[in-house]
């Protein structure tokens, strides 16, 4: 979502430096243009590369692809991959330049997308967040209640409600204070919101009542799968017990494929718990301010309020991160698709090479046998 420094009707002018340094901030421009710049330039790259990564990862694993949850987590990285294909390098050049030259069309366009796709990592994050809770707190009605049609059906509703969050307020203009669209008329390219309602709507809407039933559902999924994990440790630790007991005469239980399942899930809930909390921690101080920010309660220094954009943004650069490090199915994803593309590229320079030499060779036969019948006797 765009910057909060144009969320007010009256601050209409592009974050530049010179803002900074009247406002009594006398921090050299190479200075602050390199403690922005860095960070926010790691995170457009590693949030197209990360999320690239996990959306190639389910495609072209098998294992991944028939789990009905990672259909989600692949929505979710899709939702952060388009985020960072389209919007984050257009806002890292405005961060750069202080400036915005591709009109007033672009702008809102720009604008809505950003809305658009940000609202959709939230909500795919939100049906995430449901299916582990059947999937911990439903097991045996699990398969029965989210199946491939759910799946779809719910992914449709995250989509089209997150175009329709994005598109409607901002081109009726309901995020104004007169009602009128956004930028029209101007040279400048703000995000105007400044209607209380459309604060508090998507604030509240998107965010924060999202925020408070995935901790009221982890809270039951955590205390749930616990209590699965703890059960099967205690099986284990009775099976090891009485196989030492009988003097090694066999070999101790495995654990059942049902445990396996129960452990496999526990962990993918860890996964998710994680990029919930990271979530929360990224995207916090950019919803506060932007539902309190109407009504004139907070006054941000601009920097402050850039790097709580940037913050949001970071959480798609988070995610895949998340996965590769907590799960480890995705973890042996991303080593087979990484190994895969390294032997590829291997093959391809050794190939190049080959036919280069090939070349050279041909070239010193073709000089040194001018002969093409011996030439051809040589090649046999």
């Known amino acids: 979502m765009e910057s909060l420094m144009n ?9 530049s430096i010179d803002q900074l340094e009247r406002s009594g901030n006398s921090t050299p421009d190479i200075l602050v243009g390199i403690l922005l710049g860095i960070p926010t330039l790691t995170i457009v790259v590693g949030t197209i590369a990360g999320n690239l990564l996990v959306c190639v990862a389910i495609a072209h694993n098998r294992q991944l692809r028939k789990n009905i949850t990672n259909s989600f987590c692949a929505s979710l990285a899709a939702s952060d991959l388009l985020l960072g294909l389209l919007v984050l390098p257009v806002s890292f050049g405005r961060l750069v330049t202080h400036s915005w030259i591709l009109g007033t069309v672009l702008c809102n ?3 809505t997308l950003d809305v658009f796709f940000s609202t959709a990592s939230i909500l795919n994050l939100f049906i995430v967040s449901i299916d582990r809770y059947y999937a911990i707190t439903r097991p045996l009605l699990y398969r029965s209640i989210i199946t491939k049609r759910t799946a779809i059906a719910m992914l449709t509703v995250v989509w089209i409600l997150s175009a329709l969050i994005a598109f409607v307020p901002i081109y009726s203009g309901w995020n104004t204070a007169d009602g009128r669209v956004q930028n029209v008329g101007n040279d400048t390219c703000v995000f105007a919101v400044e209607s209380v309602p459309y604060s508090l709507t998507i604030g509240v809407g998107t965010f924060y009542i999202p925020l408070f039933i995935l901790y009221l559902m982890y809270a039951k999924i955590l205390r749930i799968s616990y209590g699965h994990v703890k059960a099967i440790r205690a099986q284990t630790c009775r099976s090891t017990k009485e196989w030492m007991a009988t003097a090694g005469g066999g070999q101790p239980q495995r654990t059942s494929s049902h445990s396996h399942n129960i452990l496999r899930q526990h962990r993918a809930t860890l996964t998710l718990f994680i990029i919930v ?13 932007f539902t309190v920010n109407p009504l004139h309660a907070l006054q941000l220094n601009p920097v402050v309020e850039e790097v709580f954009l940037w913050m949001g943004y970071s959480n798609s650069f988070v995610n895949p991160f998340v996965y590769g490090m907590t799960n480890r199915e995705y973890r042996a994803a ?6 895969s593309w390294k032997r590829r590229s291997k093959l391809s320079l050794a190939s190049y090479s080959h036919s280069q030499s090939h070349t050279r060779s041909d070239h010193e036969h073709t000089v040194m046998m001018p002969n093409a019948h011996e030439t051809d006797l040589i090649c046999m």
Do not use: H, K, M
Not at 7 to 15: G, M, P, R
Not at 277 to 289: E, I, K, N, R, S
Not at 334 to 339: A, D, G, I, V
């Open 334 to 339: 991303f080593r087979r698709l990484l190994c």
């Open 109 to 111: 366009l720009f604008i």
């Open 277 to 289: 909390g990271a979530f929360t921690l990224c995207w916090l101080p950019y919803f506060t301010c």
């Open 7 to 15: 969320l007010n009707a009256t601050d209409v002018e592009s974050f």
